[in-house]
């Protein structure tokens, strides 16, 4: 039986178009981590960056967790052979010169953060050797540093200081997220990582959301005389919503406006495009779920796919939205689903 929608029980998703897989890069994930290594990553329009916001399922465990953070900054490992002497790290150009050669990691950061670029905190050294030196700071996720060394006067061994680039700076290789993992659902390494988009969630008060599927029938005529019809050209389905919102949350850390996630600026301004072809226009995918709160009713989803809005109007004050646009498809995706918390989520990619 059709059940007219009670708008109080309306959730509205805005959806950017960010998408893709990895793996797992953790040799023992573990209850209650919030931190791992991710590699073999595939993203969406050639990104390598996994962005604040994003979400993602691991192979067999259905929680949806949001990513929080991401490490995506210039990594190396440097080597000594040696059994004496010293050696020089070259930062960027700058020298820290002196080194033991069996100096402790704390012993190498200290030196690498005396430079004149550098500030405490600005590099983490890591390991007995080979040490581990990963960027941070002023110097997080960005790329191009180098690092070389000068092991003229080691002693013994190879006399040699080998570095090696482990992360080129333009690459997540660790998230953070929330929720923590929980027992009975851990992960393993390798494990496939299928990401999902970033998302404004607006829960509905007062208003209307509005979908109209236009079609374009061709009538044929013989001399003069109706002689059938064809179906026409597709046509762009219409939507418009206006509404009152309780509140508004975001999976990013900052949460942009409505305007800001339709318009791709301010705090939105480095959303993905969700279009089929990201040359096109920006575009998001619309999500309304309406989950009655009697248990026997079906919770229903539709998806609106590749919307582009054409006229815009907000007030922050009176927590009002009214937006018009089309979508570069005839009609809505519906789901239906026993309860809302069996997720439906997007996948682009």
């Avoid at 009176?318 to 018009?324: D, F, I, R």
Wanted: glycine share 8%.
């Amino acid at each position: 039986m059709a059940r007219r929608k009670e708008l109080n029980n309306l959730t509205f998703e805005i959806l950017d178009g960010f998408g893709g897989t990895g793996a797992i890069n953790e040799a023992t994930p573990a209850v209650s981590d919030t931190t791992m290594g991710v590699d073999t990553e595939v993203l969406n329009d050639s990104a390598t960056i996994v962005p604040v916001g994003a979400r993602f399922t691991t192979a067999g465990i259905a929680t949806v967790r949001t990513v929080t953070a991401t490490q995506n900054s210039q990594q190396w490992t440097i080597t000594i052979d040696a059994t004496g002497g010293t050696f020089d790290l070259v930062l960027n150009g700058e020298t820290a010169a002196g080194i033991a050669y069996d100096a402790t990691s704390a012993t190498i950061q200290t030196a690498i953060e005396g430079l004149a670029a550098m500030t405490a905190g600005d590099v983490t050294v890591t390991g007995d050797g080979p040490h581990t030196i990963t960027l941070a700071v002023t110097f997080a996720n960005t790329s191009g540093n180098t690092l070389t060394t000068d092991p003229a006067s080691l002693t013994g061994g190879g006399s040699t200081a080998t570095v090696a680039e482990v992360q080129d700076g333009l690459t997540t290789w660790e998230v953070t997220f929330t929720p923590a993992i929980a027992t009975g659902s851990v992960p393993a390494d390798d494990d496939v990582i299928t990401y999902y988009p970033r998302k404004l969630e607006v829960k509905v008060g007062e208003g209307d959301i509005e979908h109209t599927k236009n079609k374009d029938p061709q009538v044929d005529l013989d001399r003069g005389v109706l002689d059938g019809a064809r179906a026409g050209n597709e046509q762009p389905m219409d939507v418009s919503f206006s509404f009152v919102y309780d509140w508004i949350r975001s999976s990013t850390t900052d949460v942009p406006t409505v305007d800001e996630v339709l318009e791709r600026e301010g705090e939105a301004a480095d959303w993905t495009n969700a279009a089929a072809d990201t040359c096109e226009p920006y575009q998001v995918t619309l999500k309304v779920i309406d989950a009655p709160d009697c248990g026997s009713e079906q919770a229903e989803i539709l998806l609106f796919k590749y919307f582009l809005p054409q006229s815009i109007s907000a007030s922050v004050e009176s927590a009002t939205v009214s937006v018009s646009g089309v979508c570069v498809a005839t009609k809505p995706t519906v789901y239906r689903v026993a309860n809302v918390s069996d997720t439906i989520e997007i996948t682009n990619s």
